[in-house]
């Protein structure tokens, strides 16, 4: 078993308390894998990775008082922050509880459906969580996942990830970044390799804007390059910040600072029977 990528879970669970501030980033691309998804009146869905509940909120509505959602995430502070606003909305269907996507401990065949969105990129192994959502589905269950097409585009550019990698290089010596997340993956090939059909295959680009590059700055605190940053000695950090607002101040409009994000969605089913497929 592959360990979580050393220090996502401390960093999301500081970032947890201040989640996606002033653009609703993750509040958007959770609620369109949900309308992909399609949760109906009555079903049992896992959201895993939950994060604030991009996904379970609005896939609790969607399941009804008959159905429930159980969201389930690895940084402490983040299920702390779920569970708190699962009780401040007055949501009655819904739950959260730590686990590590990789390793789930839910009973076999126990959900109708399993969502999961922005998480398979952070994870070491990714396949052994695409085989635990097949697991844990009922057979005829369905699987809808989502992932970056990359990082956050401010204004457009991919200036800003070629700077951060390069103060990474900087970071390792010169060497390649490492424990990096995978932008690349292919959530779609990564649903078929563990053995679901029907897969189907989206693609998406949203357009947001932040009111100010401070703004923006305060938004990259809360998503996974938080821990590159805590990484950097502090005066290379202050020297990456000036840098990204030297690059970034002049592209601000008279309506803020306008930025890019893409998802690649995948939905699956799991066979009706047989069709786990055993993991070397
Ligand atoms: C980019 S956030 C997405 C959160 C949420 N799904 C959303 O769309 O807003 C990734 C989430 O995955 C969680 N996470 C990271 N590694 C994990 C693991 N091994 N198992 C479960 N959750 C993990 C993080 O704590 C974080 O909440």
Same mark, same amino acid.
């Given at each position: 078993?592959?360990p979580?990528?050393?220090?996502?879970?401390?960093?999301?669970s500081?970032?947890?308390?201040n989640?996606d501030?002033h653009?609703a980033?993750f509040?958007?691309?959770?609620?369109?894998?949900?309308e992909l998804a399609?949760p109906r009146p009555?079903?049992?869905?896992?959201?895993?990775?939950a994060?604030?509940?991009?996904?379970?909120? *609005? =896939? #609790?509505?969607?399941? !009804?008082?008959q159905?429930r959602?159980?969201?389930?995430?690895?940084?402490?502070?983040? @299920?702390?922050?779920l569970?708190a606003?699962i009780?401040?909305?007055?949501v009655?269907n819904a739950?959260?509880?730590?686990?590590?996507a990789?390793?789930?401990?839910?009973?076999?065949a126990?959900?109708?459906l399993?969502?999961?969105?922005?998480?398979?990129?952070?994870l070491?192994d *990714? =396949? #052994?969580?695409a085989a !635990?959502?097949l697991r844990?589905?009922?057979?005829?269950?369905r699987?809808?996942?989502? @992932?970056?097409?990359g990082?956050l585009r401010?204004a457009g550019?991919h200036?800003?990830?070629?700077l951060c990698?390069?103060y990474a290089r900087?970071?390792?010596g010169?060497?390649?970044?490492?424990?990096?997340p995978?932008?690349e993956l292919d959530p779609?090939a990564?649903?078929?390799?563990?053995?679901?059909?029907?897969?189907?295959?989206?693609?998406?680009?949203?357009?947001?804007?932040?009111?100010?590059?401070?703004?923006?700055w305060?938004?990259?605190?809360?998503?996974?390059?938080r821990?590159?940053?805590e990484?950097l000695p502090p005066?290379?950090l202050?020297?990456l910040?000036?840098?990204?607002?030297?690059?970034?101040?002049?592209l601000?409009?008279?309506k803020?600072?306008?930025?890019?994000?893409?998802?690649?969605?995948?939905t699956?089913v799991?066979?009706?029977?047989?069709?786990?497929?055993?993991?070397m």
């Amino acid at each position: 078993m592959t360990p979580p990528r050393a220090g996502y879970e401390a960093s999301y669970s500081r970032s947890a308390a201040n989640w996606d501030p002033h653009i609703a980033h993750f509040t958007t691309f959770g609620e369109r894998l949900v309308e992909l998804a399609d949760p109906r009146p009555g079903e049992r869905v896992l959201d895993v990775g939950a994060g604030r509940g991009a996904c379970l909120f *609005p =896939a #609790a509505e969607r399941v !009804g008082p008959q159905g429930r959602v159980h969201g389930v995430d690895l940084a402490e502070g983040m @299920v702390e922050c779920l569970a708190a606003d699962i009780a401040e909305r007055g949501v009655r269907n819904a739950t959260a509880g730590r686990m590590d996507a990789q390793t789930l401990t839910v009973p076999d065949a126990s959900y109708d459906l399993v969502t999961s969105a922005f998480t398979l990129f952070i994870l070491p192994d *990714p =396949a #052994a969580a695409a085989a !635990g959502f097949l697991r844990a589905l009922r057979p005829g269950g369905r699987c809808a996942v989502s @992932v970056p097409d990359g990082p956050l585009r401010p204004a457009g550019l991919h200036d800003i990830e070629a700077l951060c990698h390069s103060y990474a290089r900087r970071l390792n010596g010169g060497a390649a970044p490492v424990g990096m997340p995978d932008f690349e993956l292919d959530p779609a090939a990564l649903l078929a390799e563990a053995g679901f059909t029907g897969v189907e295959a989206t693609e998406e680009v949203r357009e947001f804007v932040f009111p100010s590059v401070d703004a923006w700055w305060e938004w990259t605190w809360t998503v996974n390059v938080r821990a590159f940053y805590e990484r950097l000695p502090p005066p290379l950090l202050e020297e990456l910040r000036r840098e990204a607002f030297a690059l970034l101040t002049p592209l601000v409009t008279d309506k803020g600072l306008p930025a890019v994000a893409g998802a690649r969605y995948a939905t699956a089913v799991r066979p009706a029977a047989p069709g786990l497929r055993r993991r070397m």
